[in-house]
C-alpha cells in the first residue's frame, strides 16, 4: 500500500506564499489520481487539488487560482504551490490518493495569520 510523506508547512502572514512537497513510497505513481487534501479545525477533510489519468488538474474553487498542482514522476513526488493564502486556508495538508485514500500521512501543517 501506498505511503505519503508531506512536508514543507509553516506559519506566513496573508498574501504569502508556501511550497509543499509530498513523496510517495509503495508504487504509488501507478494510480491514476493523486491529489492534496486538508482538514481545518472542526471541519471534514476535503479535496483541494488533484491530477487524473490523462494529466487533467482540477482544483475545489476555494483555491482556483491560487494553488498550483505539480507532480514529478521521476521522484515520486508532487507539490502544492499556494500563493496568496488568506486565514481561511490554515489546515493540515495532506496528499493522498485522489476520491480513494489510502491510509494517512501525518500531514503538514499550514497556519495562516490576519
Known amino acids: 500500500q501506498a505511503q505519503f510523506v508531506e512536508s514543507g508547512g509553516g506559519l506566513v502572514q496573508a498574501g504569502g506564499s508556501l511550497r509543499l512537497s509530498c513523496t510517495a513510497s509503495?508504487?504509488?505513481?501507478?494510480?491514476?489520481?493523486i491529489g492534496w487534501y486538508r482538514q481545518a479545525p472542526g471541519k471534514q477533510r476535503e479535496l483541494v487539488a488533484w491530477i487524473v489519468g490523462g494529466g487533467r488538474i482540477n482544483y475545489a474553487d476555494s483555491v482556483k487560482g491560487r494553488f498550483t498542482f505539480s507532480r514529478d514522476n521521476a521522484k515520486n513526488t508532487v507539490y502544492l504551490q499556494m500563493n496568496n493564502l488568506k486565514p481561511e486556508d490554515t489546515a493540515v495538508y495532506y496528499c493522498n490518493r485522489a476520491f480513494f485514500p489510502f491510509a494517512w500521512g501525518q500531514g503538514t501543517q499550514v497556519t495562516v495569520s490576519s
Open positions: 509503495g508504487g504509488t505513481f501507478n494510480i491514476n489520481a
